[in-house]
């Protein structure tokens, strides 16, 4: 039976401590892929950010942005723009009250210099790929440089502070255009999350792709990591937390495989009998 797998990137296929794919997981894809199964990159990182290592591995398609953006076999299935007047309400009220955030586009982010360095920490240690992506503005602009062309390409809005008190009050009266997440591990140490258009995240890919492909929601799999993988692990026929996931993902998953390092995501295809 075929089944429909939707995985992460960062913390399930991307780990962080060797700065690789692992091996084992390049080998699962291969096989699963072989034996007929559909399979999906689900990452929250926009089309800019996903570097060609990922579109190089044998998947039938990519769900990006948190599932802003999907495309299968190279071709557009379906993308969603950031409301306009939203991001500008929002844009303005980060800026007065010393929020950091980046306006996270298809081809082109917009970076606030604290959420910059971020994004470079994380993104372009030991990854030469990366840091030229960063470094020569192929798919990073300071926020200054954002024009309305450049507006009318964002998916979705991420943001990092201390003042945790005007970020909530600001997330508790959203758009009702709008949703968010705030991460349980944060990597800056400040209160980091991401606000999305609604109707258009990791699980409503799932519903989207299944759709299309004319499948059925009990043959699809997901596995993930982090609180932005928990809308796709409860929409799921089956929903696999990495052993590295953070415990709010973990408390929502059907299964719990090994850490990214230990072969979880191959540990987790054979115990789903993807090959």
Known sequence: MKKFVFIDIDGTLYDK????????????????????HELFICTGRTKGMVESTYHKLPVSGFVYGCGA???????????????????????DYFQKHDIE????????????????????????????EMKERF????????????????????????????????????????????????????FSGDIEGEILVKGADKADSIDRVIEICK????????????????????????????????ESLKEAADYITTHISEDGLYTAFEVMELI
């Open 215 to 246: 499948g059925n929601l009990e043959d699809t799999i997901a596995i993930g990591d982090s609180d932005n993988d928990i809308s796709m692990i409860q929409k799921a026929g089956i929903g696999i937390a990495m052993g590295n996931a953070c």
């Open 69 to 91: 953006h999907i495309e299968k076999d190279g071709q557009l299935l379906f993308s969603v723009q950031f409301p306009k007047e939203e991001m500008d309400d929002l844009m």
């Open 135 to 186: 470094t020569s503005g192929i798919m990073a602009k300071k926020l200054a440089e954002v024009d309305e062309a450049g507006k009318q390409q964002v998916l979705k809005m991420a943001f990092q502070t201390k003042n945790e008190k005007a970020l909530m009050e600001k997330l508790n009266n959203l758009s009702d255009k709008l949703t968010y997440f705030i991460y349980s591990d944060s």
């Open 101 to 128: 955030y980046t306006l996270e586009g298809r081809d082109v982010s917009y970076f606030s210099e604290a959420s910059m360095q971020v994004y470079m920490s994380y993104f372009c240690d030991k990854n030469p």
């Open 17 to 36: 401590a060797s700065h690789c794919v692992p091996e084992s997981a390049k080998t699962a894809l291969k096989m699963a892929k072989e034996r007929g």
